[in-house]
């Protein structure tokens, strides 16, 4: 299910350039903190890894000005929020509409002008999408003297498609509770440079390489649709991975 929001408000609007966290915590305080903390702390597991099965997008308006501290953005404002678990979009619906305050950290009071909900989409095993969110992947590498550091992969990179597909498949796997014996999953760059889609976004203190830009993606439709719900790579419920269909392929 995919919940898509337009915000209101009488004065232009200002988020800091790393502002993932701040989207996060407007989401997790319309969850309720029972159905929250079942999500955060528990999650969905495949071995070692926890999912949590929620993605969403960069907020979005028709005028965007950057600066050196962060977005102005002309309102309104549009943010959308997906996932696979049908509970999630319900409660963040119920209390985003019965809210009296809406704000997006301690000074942005907002109001919400609409609210849509998209429940079902049928998806062919071929298509065009554009990232709403940069998309992000990695692997955890170790020196010989056993220091940890984590090596972001690119699209230009034939091993990004592979390790896109191998996060996918595990997502997938703790979702569904067992084993996945269906089409793997194929993502090559459309439109991407270096320049224009590659992001340096800082988290709680950690920085991560991601991606925007179009893509094709291919392979089981049934993939396809979870991964619309709940985000292509990792990092998802930080704001990492939401997409959306250009176009259908033949």
């Known amino acids: 299910m995919r919940l898509s929001?337009?915000?209101?408000?009488?004065?232009?609007?200002?988020?800091p350039k790393n502002y993932n966290s701040i989207v996060q915590g407007f989401i997790y305080s319309h969850m309720g903190k029972d159905l929250g903390d079942?999500?955060?702390?528990?999650?969905?597991?495949?071995?070692?890894?926890?999912?949590?099965?929620?993605?969403?997008?960069?907020?979005?308006?028709?005028?965007?000005?950057?600066?050196?501290?962060?977005?102005?953005?002309l309102p309104p404002i549009t943010l959308h929020i997906s996932s696979v678990l049908p509970q999630v979009i319900q409660a963040l619906s119920e209390s985003i509409q019965a809210a009296q305050?809406?704000?997006?950290?301690?000074?942005?009071?907002?109001?919400?002008?609409?609210?849509?909900?998209?429940?079902?989409?049928?998806?062919?095993?071929?298509q065009l999408i554009r990232m709403l969110s940069p998309m992000t992947v990695y692997s955890t590498l170790y020196s010989?003297?056993?220091?940890?550091?984590?090596?972001?992969?690119?699209?230009?990179?034939?091993?990004?498609?592979?390790?896109?597909?191998?996060?996918?498949?595990?997502?997938?796997?703790?979702?569904l509770q067992r084993d996945y014996a269906g089409p793997g999953l194929r993502i090559r760059p459309h439109r991407v440079t270096p320049k224009m889609n590659h992001h340096v976004?800082?988290?709680?203190?950690?920085?991560?390489?991601?991606?925007?830009?179009?893509y094709h993606l291919q392979g089981d439709p049934a993939l396809i649709s979870f991964l619309y719900q709940a985000g292509l790579g990792s990092k998802n419920a930080q704001g990492f991975g939401c997409f959306e269909v250009v176009k259908e392929i033949s």
């Open 5 to 15: 929001l337009v915000f209101d408000s009488d004065y232009q609007i200002f988020l």
């Open 38 to 73: 079942a999500i955060h702390e528990e999650g969905f597991n495949r071995g070692k890894r926890q999912y949590r099965l929620f993605t969403f997008s960069r907020v979005g308006a028709e005028t965007i000005k950057p600066n050196s501290e962060g977005f102005f953005f």
């Open 201 to 214: 976004i800082r988290y709680k203190g950690g920085v991560i390489n991601a991606w925007d830009g179009l």
């Open 144 to 175: 010989p003297e056993g220091q940890q550091k984590r090596y972001y992969y690119n699209p230009l990179e034939k091993e990004f498609s592979f390790k896109i597909e191998e996060n996918a498949i595990r997502k997938y796997e703790s979702y």
């Open 101 to 126: 305050n809406l704000s997006l950290g301690p000074n942005l009071r907002l109001q919400l002008k609409e609210l849509k909900i998209e429940t079902k989409r049928d998806f062919k095993d071929q």
